[in-house]
T-cell receptor, first 112, second 116 residues
Framework: AQSVAQPEDQVNVAEGNPLTVKCTYS??????LFWYVQYPNRGLQFLLK??????LVKGSYGFEAEFNKSQTSFHLKKPSALVSDSALYFC??????????FGQGTELSVKP | GAVVSQHPSWVICKSGTSVKIECRSL??????MFWYRQFPKQSLMLMAT?????????EQGVEKDKFLINHASLTLSTLTVTSAHPEDSSFYIC????????????FGQGTRLTVV
């Protein structure tokens, strides 16, 4: 069965430091992978996606993600974290029926 | 990006009453919309897939008679929580995808339902 895993419930980073939010996937065929961010009591905002092509994908707000087929990973990264990046982050993949399969979510906390 | 609007943002209702939540795609047509439920600091649980002009497809364990979904037009899907109970209190989110499967989905801002 298709699945997406985010192994860390929480990631703590100091402002200005690089951040990584981890995601691994298990899908059949070519994966369509997405990252979304959720602020409190709000819906999800799209950050970036990998469909095909370059393994390094750049997205909104300075975020990027690297698709690694051998490690079945799609980690979200940002070179320099901001306090305003603190939020809940979800990795997701489309299944063959077009439904989004979400990871458990990772709460990112960026401290000044 | 595309815009999905959800209304209301929050609602408080009494036990036994019904509540309707609307999800609209403002700048694209959506033959399919998705309804999710989310508990605090947890992931989104897909409840059902709303199909324009036909019956919704419910995920296993979701009561279709309790969570009524209507997708009467290409831009509007509604979720009605019938005979609400306190355990139905949750954050409900809808989403729609303007293109094919390899395009991103866009989400409504969510509805916080509190049943008292």
């Amino acid at each position: 069965a298709q699945s997406v895993a985010q192994p860390e419930d929480q990631v703590n980073v100091a402002e200005g430091n690089p951040l990584t939010v981890k995601c691994t996937y298990s899908v059949s065929g070519n994966p369509y992978l997405f990252w979304y961010v959720q602020y409190p009591n709000r819906g999800l905002q799209f950050l970036l996606k990998y469909i095909t092509g370059d393994n390094l994908v750049k997205g909104s707000y300075g975020f990027e993600a690297e698709f690694n087929k051998s490690q079945t990973s799609f980690h979200l990264k940002k070179p320099s974290a901001l306090v305003s990046d603190s939020a809940l982050y979800f990795c997701a993949s489309n299944n063959q029926g077009g439904k989004l399969i979400f990871g458990q979510g990772t709460e990112l906390s960026v401290k000044p | 990006g595309a815009v999905v609007s959800q209304h209301p943002s929050w609602v408080i209702c009494k036990s036994g009453t019904s509540v309707k939540i609307e999800c609209r795609s403002l700048d694209f047509q959506a033959t399919t919309m998705f309804w999710y439920r989310q508990f605090p600091k947890q992931s989104l649980m897909l409840m059902a897939t709303s199909n324009e002009g036909s019956k919704a497809t419910y995920e296993q364990g979701v009561e279709k008679d309790k969570f009524l979904i209507n997708h009467a037009s290409l831009t509007l899907s509604t979720l009605t929580v019938t005979s609400a109970h306190p355990e139905d209190s949750s954050f409900y989110i809808c989403s729609a995808r303007p293109g094919k499967m390899n395009t991103e989905a866009f989400f409504g801002q969510g509805t916080r339902l509190t049943v008292v």
